[in-house]
């Protein structure tokens, strides 16, 4: 339960022997591979050595297809999800079946090919029904659309706006000739539709006197026929294309029974993705490619095993101190603890020279939460979760989120045992109802009865966890030799607490004393603070408010409980009132069921902070980078383990 101590690796391979090695790597899962820095510092060997180019771009090219193919057959032939289902178990071999991928790459391809299809009948279809709708206003001229005119008379279509009277449209073509007319063919609210018929030599001048009127010429190059002749056309055009789209819908949606296969081949490509990814950080010549990377120590015996395999040089190396900021940061838990990897990914991982806080931060997060919920009702629908989640082998957050629930239920249900809760007072106000008798479940305590028992033992609970903050940094600033600091920073408060518990027992004041020459001296021999003796004020001031603020911080473990209890019994008094137990229990379940999502929230929310506020700033250094191995990538199914 620690950090993982990790290795730097160094190795210098065949170029033809690559790929392969690459594949034994993804296989492995457990070097996190980086360009080689070292011998790029060399001026002379940055050189020699050029990128490596190993299909990246191909690779995420088909990622892409595959994923775009899946969405295509969820949008035509979505396929049925059982809630909660885990991913389907899928053998190692199985998932490196190229010629399966190949297969189903060339699925992906047609069906994306039939989608774009697809896309273009729809847009052709837009087009068409644009195409009837600009012929409609002219569906009453029974006149072929391309007749431009006669011997001596020329034709042409034109609008107006609506609000325009026809009377000024007849006004201002008169105006240019009297050799001229204009035929109304028809009107809507929008516009008004006309034809208009002149001598040959007048046709251009009566269009540029009408455009003075809002008038807008209309042309339909290319077609021939009446309107009418052309809206049945384009309308017999669109049932083909109905058609059309709903035959390569019928395609698309045969394929329906792939869908998992193409899942799978999503996940294989991801893999070679990240696979090419890795190996375009390699640096090589004509004959070598080189790589650097991290490993976790206890991985070096079966990597060396690896590489017996290949024509290649290698060496694994402890990090030395100036690496110590880019070493990446793997955390080793038992199944228990793992879930607090969920508080300290959220927060930030440890430097890679700090401790792990899993291990010291667990008995407090679980014994803060069940406190703070503290009902047995609740602590059975957590455990219930975090069961139902386990069984869907929830990866990442929902993994350490299910173990949560689970250590979080049972401390939960702890207790509500302890203080007699169960859905609040449900079970008291449900044998009134029925038979009219009281009852009550056995508790030591209860919240609202004993507040201020509560309220000492949260700070009491607090006081005991900040202590273990200070011994953890305690220990930390002895192994790095600063034992000045581990006195005067952890001791001297230790002898204070003990002195002043010494007091109130009324034994003796020596011990407080002592505690108290310390907190003078501590100043003066560190040298700490502005100066010497203002130091001895700076430091007593800003403990006593620290340690006096922190404590009070875990009043919060009261004030949760309380609430989460009222709130519970609220809402039972109010489904109680009208007497009928049917409406209790519907009024009773609504309530606790807002309650419980509250308080499932509010009381990790809380207690997230008083790790991290309370206790990681007695001893944490954060800042550690994630530990990212070449590993095999998928999102839709799970690799059996061999």
């Known amino acids: 339960m620690a950090i993982v101590k990790m290795k730097k690796l160094r190795l210098i391979a065949v170029r033809s022997q690559r790929d392969a090695l690459m594949g034994q790597l993804l296989r492995l899962g457990c070097v996190e591979v980086h360009e080689p820095e070292g011998m790029l510092s060399d001026p002379e060997a940055a050189a020699l050595l050029k990128p490596e180019r190993a299909g990246l771009t191909e690779a995420r090219n088909q990622e892409a297809e595959l994923s775009a193919a899946l969405k295509v057959l969820n949008r035509y032939a979505p396929a049925k999800k059982k809630l909660l289902a885990a991913r389907p178990l899928v053998e190692r071999s199985a998932f490196l079946d190229d010629e399966a991928l190949e297969k189903d790459l060339a699925l992906a391809r047609q069906v994306n090919g039939w989608e774009a299809e697809l896309r273009k009948a729809a847009a052709d279809e837009v087009r068409v029904r644009d195409e009837i709708e600009s012929l409609r206003p002219w569906e009453a001229l029974d006149m072929p659309l391309q007749t431009a005119g006669t011997k001596?008379?020329?034709?042409?279509?034109?609008?107006?706006?609506?609000?325009?009277?026809?009377?000024?449209?007849?006004?201002?073509?008169?105006?240019?000739?009297?050799?001229?007319?204009?035929?109304?063919?028809?009107?809507?609210?929008?516009?008004?539709?006309?034809?208009?018929?002149?001598?040959?030599?007048?046709?251009?001048?009566?269009?540029?006197?009408?455009?003075?009127?809002?008038?807008?010429?209309?042309?339909?190059?290319?077609?021939?026929?009446?309107?009418?002749?052309?809206?049945?056309?384009?309308?017999?055009?669109?049932?083909?294309?109905?058609?059309?789209?709903?035959?390569?819908?019928?395609?698309?949606?045969?394929?329906?029974?792939?869908?998992?296969?193409?899942?799978?081949?999503?996940?294989?490509?991801?893999t070679k993705a990240a696979q090419a990814e890795a190996a375009e950080r390699l640096r090589g010549t004509d004959s070598i490619v080189a790589l650097e990377g991290w490993c976790p120590a206890p991985a070096e015996e079966k990597l060396t095993e690896c590489f017996k395999g290949f024509d290649c040089a290698y060496e694994f190396t402890d990090p030395a101190p100036e690496e110590y900021p880019d070493v990446p940061v793997k955390l080793k838990n038992n199944p228990i603890v793992r879930p607090m990897n969920m508080v300290t990914e959220m927060y930030s991982l440890p430097a890679y020279t700090g401790v792990d806080p899993n291990p010291l931060m667990f008995p407090f997060f679980i014994l803060f939460y069940g406190m703070m919920m503290a009902d047995m009702g609740y602590g059975l629908l957590m455990l219930i979760l975090g069961f139902v989640l386990k069984k869907t082998r929830p990866r990442g957050m929902m993994d350490y989120m299910s173990g949560l629930l689970i250590l979080g239920g049972v401390s939960t249900f702890a207790f509500g045992a302890v203080t007699g809760g169960f859905f609040g007072d449900f079970l008291t106000q449900v044998v009134k109802l029925t038979s009219g008798k009281d009852f009550a479940l056995p508790s030591l305590f209860t919240p609202l009865d004993d507040t201020l028992s509560i309220l000492v033992?949260?700070?009491?609970?607090?006081?005991?966890?900040?202590?273990?903050?200070?011994?953890?940094?305690?220990?930390?600033?002895?192994?790095?030799?600063?034992?000045?600091?581990?006195?005067?920073?952890?001791?001297?408060?230790?002898?204070?607490?003990?002195?002043?518990?010494?007091?109130?027992?009324?034994?003796?004041?020596?011990?407080?004393?002592?505690?108290?020459?310390?907190?003078?001296?501590?100043?003066?021999?560190?040298?700490?603070?502005?100066?010497?003796?203002?130091?001895?004020?700076?430091?007593?001031?800003?403990?006593?408010?620290?340690?006096?603020g922190d404590i009070l911080s875990y009043s919060r473990l009261m004030a949760l409980m309380l609430a989460g209890s009222v709130i519970a019994q609220v809402f039972n008094t109010l489904g109680a009132i009208p007497g009928n137990i049917v409406v209790f229990v519907l009024i009773s379940m609504l309530g606790n069921a807002l309650n419980f999502a509250l308080n499932l929230l509010g009381c990790y929310v809380h207690d997230l902070r008083l790790q991290c506020l309370e206790f990681f700033n007695k001893f944490y250094e954060d800042g550690g980078k994630p530990f990212r191995p070449l590993d095999m990538q998928t999102k839709f199914v799970d690799i059996v383990k061999e």
Not at 167 to 192: G, P, R, W
Not at 497 to 519: E, K, P, Q, R, W
Not at 520 to 544: A, D, E, Q, R
């Open 457 to 548: 033992g949260s700070m009491a609970l607090g006081f005991v966890h900040i202590v273990t903050g200070m011994a953890v940094s305690f220990v930390r600033k002895l192994k790095k030799g600063e034992i000045l600091d581990a006195i005067f920073e952890e001791v001297t408060w230790w002898v204070v607490f003990a002195g002043l518990g010494c007091m109130f027992l009324l034994h003796t004041n020596i011990v407080l004393y002592v505690g108290l020459a310390m907190v003078v001296i501590g100043p003066i021999i560190t040298g700490k603070g502005m100066g010497k003796i203002t130091g001895i004020f700076g430091s007593l001031y800003n403990h006593v408010t620290g340690f006096f």
């Open 152 to 270: 001596t008379c020329a034709l042409a279509l034109a609008n107006v706006p609506a609000e325009v009277d026809m009377e000024s449209v007849a006004d201002a073509a008169e105006a240019v000739t009297e050799e001229v007319q204009i035929v109304l063919v028809s009107s809507d609210e929008q516009q008004k539709n006309f034809l208009v018929i002149a001598m040959k030599d007048q046709l251009a001048p009566v269009l540029d006197a009408l455009r003075n009127v809002g008038a807008t010429p209309v042309s339909f190059p290319g077609l021939t026929g009446t309107a009418t002749a052309n809206i049945d056309a384009r309308k017999r055009e669109l049932e083909k294309l109905s058609v059309y789209q709903r035959e390569l819908a019928e395609r698309i949606a045969r394929e329906k029974d792939r869908t998992a296969s193409l899942q799978l081949s999503a996940d294989r490509m991801a």
